[in-house]
């Protein structure tokens, strides 16, 4: 949690601060090829950090996957386009599964849902419970089983486990 806040939230608050608050533009586009590439640079450290886990911390869920969520909503500004799956959604997909969601509309403005790939849903839930996390939803279905979760900001945080072969990494 700690390297969240003090590597990767710094760097995505610089590309949010390019793309949002800076009126002139000859600086915000001198200053924009800079914070992103230093945006990538942390994210790929953070990806070589993770080394495979499904989890931030150990090999279980914990509020530090929750507070990562919440810091990588911004990541969507790093320049490239999302996918559009629905029309009021914009999604970027992660190599090894998982996403984020950024959605328009009034009514969701300053939010996101961040999907979370992990091999068994069950023991996380049971360790949501343990947290004492209040889920939302749990769907299931033939290709994937979900349940949902929403930090302290109000974002939607889904926790995803693949059971078609197709979608799994």
Not at 26 to 43: H, M, T, Y
Not at 139 to 151: F, G, P, W, Y
């Given at each position: 949690m700690i390297a969240?806040?003090?590597s990767v939230e710094p760097v995505l608050f610089n590309v949010s601060e390019v793309e949002y608050f800076m009126?002139?533009?000859q600086a915000r586009n001198a200053r924009r090829p800079v914070v992103v590439r230093l945006a990538k640079e942390r994210l790929g450290m953070l990806e070589e950090?993770?080394?495979g886990r499904d989890?931030?911390?150990g090999d279980t869920f914990t509020v530090a996957d929750l507070?990562?969520?919440s810091i990588l909503k911004n990541a969507g500004l790093l320049g490239s386009?999302?996918?559009r799956t629905m029309?009021?959604?914009e999604e970027w997909m992660f190599p090894r599964g998982g996403g984020l969601q950024v959605y328009q509309g009034a009514e969701r403005a300053g939010h996101c849902s961040f999907t979370l790939a992990v091999s068994d849903i069950d023991a996380v839930a049971r360790k949501l419970a343990a947290l004492g996390v209040q889920p939302g939803?749990?769907?299931?279905?033939?290709?994937?089983?979900?349940l949902m979760v929403k930090d302290p900001d109000g974002n939607s945080i889904a926790i995803a486990q693949a059971l078609d072969p197709a979608l799994a990494r």
């Amino acid at each position: 949690m700690i390297a969240g806040l003090n590597s990767v939230e710094p760097v995505l608050f610089n590309v949010s601060e390019v793309e949002y608050f800076m009126d002139d533009e000859q600086a915000r586009n001198a200053r924009r090829p800079v914070v992103v590439r230093l945006a990538k640079e942390r994210l790929g450290m953070l990806e070589e950090a993770r080394a495979g886990r499904d989890w931030c911390v150990g090999d279980t869920f914990t509020v530090a996957d929750l507070m990562l969520a919440s810091i990588l909503k911004n990541a969507g500004l790093l320049g490239s386009r999302g996918q559009r799956t629905m029309p009021e959604v914009e999604e970027w997909m992660f190599p090894r599964g998982g996403g984020l969601q950024v959605y328009q509309g009034a009514e969701r403005a300053g939010h996101c849902s961040f999907t979370l790939a992990v091999s068994d849903i069950d023991a996380v839930a049971r360790k949501l419970a343990a947290l004492g996390v209040q889920p939302g939803a749990r769907t299931s279905s033939e290709r994937i089983k979900t349940l949902m979760v929403k930090d302290p900001d109000g974002n939607s945080i889904a926790i995803a486990q693949a059971l078609d072969p197709a979608l799994a990494r």
